[in-house]
């Protein structure tokens, strides 16, 4: 089969600091490929890497069979990038910067025009589309980038954090314009930092932290490799954190985390029957729970899991 993109043992340092540390990859055609990590993990390293911004300083990288590194230039014909900050030009309005680009590669004026017109109206920037950029709002910005990232109908596009410090409506919009994109049949590789945004969007996510692939599936396949499912409840009141911890540890051998939310915890069960017995022993012990619910783990509880980084663990 031939992928979208195959990447095998990519590398790349800065100075002593390898900072992509020999990742594979594999992407279908069509699919969306969501690399996850937070901060520094090497994500825009790798886009980079994979879009002939950046040579790589080992491995190899073939994008629909073509290698970046000997054909970079059959490789650009094929591809979008669409960067983590943005690149237009804020003195024009949306309209001429899609205008603009057509133009830049070779279609007429008219041509142009027609262009820009059906893309502002994809993209619900129709009323906005004679506004200047330097007007628009983050989310206005974002959607006129993935536009400009179209204008040519590429195979591949890749989108660097699309909707990094956006709201959440605006963030909602982006990932109807993504969806809109897998419809037409492109492939996209994108980066985020945002669990749900992986798990909304993707058909395949890899987990990068520190240069390094550290789990690899879809979505469910990863909260699924957690081999966890997770007990979530509520109390109706204040109670101490630390009774409630060392109740379910003493007698279940069980893990509390805390929630942004004081009056939430989530315990990391094994199987239902550990969820059941840790509710009794809270009830005859009257913790105050208001309700209680068994699910998957959240992308973000699986993120943990795998970095053992984020949030605090209260008890061990
Ligand atoms: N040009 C550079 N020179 C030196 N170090 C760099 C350079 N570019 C990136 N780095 C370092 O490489 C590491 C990975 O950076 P990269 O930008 O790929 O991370 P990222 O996952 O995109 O992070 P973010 O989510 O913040 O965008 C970081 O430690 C960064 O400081
Ligand atoms: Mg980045």
């Given at each position: 089969m031939q992928y979208a993109i195959k990447v095998n043992n990519l590398k790349k340092s800065y100075n002593e600091n390898q900072v992509v540390k020999g990742i594979n990859l594999q992407v279908k055609k069509g699919e969306l490929f969501a690399l996850l990590g937070p901060n520094g993990a090497g994500k825009t390293t790798t886009i980079h890497m994979l879009s002939t911004l950046l040579k790589p300083d080992g491995g190899t990288v073939l994008i629909g069979g073509v290698d970046v590194v000997k054909n970079a230039k059959d490789v650009r014909k094929k591809i979008s990038l669409t960067g983590q900050f943005a690149a237009l030009d804020e003195g024009l309005s949306g309209l001429q910067n899609l205008m603009l680009i057509a133009k830049l590669h070779g279609y007429s004026n008219k041509q142009a025009r027609s262009i820009a017109n059906t893309l502002t109206q994809s993209f619900d920037l129709f009323e906005a589309r004679n506004r200047m950029v330097a007007n628009y709002s983050g989310g206005m910005r974002r959607r006129l980038d993935i536009a400009a990232s179209i204008v040519t109908q590429p195979d591949l596009i890749f989108l660097d954090e699309?909707?990094?410090?956006?709201d959440p409506q605006s963030r909602i919009q982006v990932w109807e314009v993504i969806r809109s994109l897998l419809k037409l049949g492109t492939t996209v590789l994108l980066t985020t930092q945002y669990l749900e945004e992986a798990d909304q969007l993707a058909d395949q996510i890899a987990v990068i932290n520190k240069g390094t692939i550290i789990a690899e599936g879809t979505p469910n396949e990863l909260k699924a490799s957690v081999g966890e499912k997770t007990l979530s409840f509520r109390l109706t009141k204040p109670y101490e954190h630390k009774k409630i911890c060392s109740i379910l540890a003493d007698q279940h051998a069980l893990s509390v985390f805390e929630d942004d939310d004081p009056l939430v915890f989530k315990i990391p069960v094994i199987e239902t029957r550990l969820a059941n017995d840790a509710i009794h022993t809270l009830l005859v012990n009257e913790v105050p729970l208001d309700e209680f619910a068994l699910g998957e783990p959240s992308l973000d509880e699986v993120f943990l899991a795998l970095t053992e980084s984020k949030h605090e663990e209260v008890v061990r």
């Open positions: 699309p909707s990094t410090g956006l």
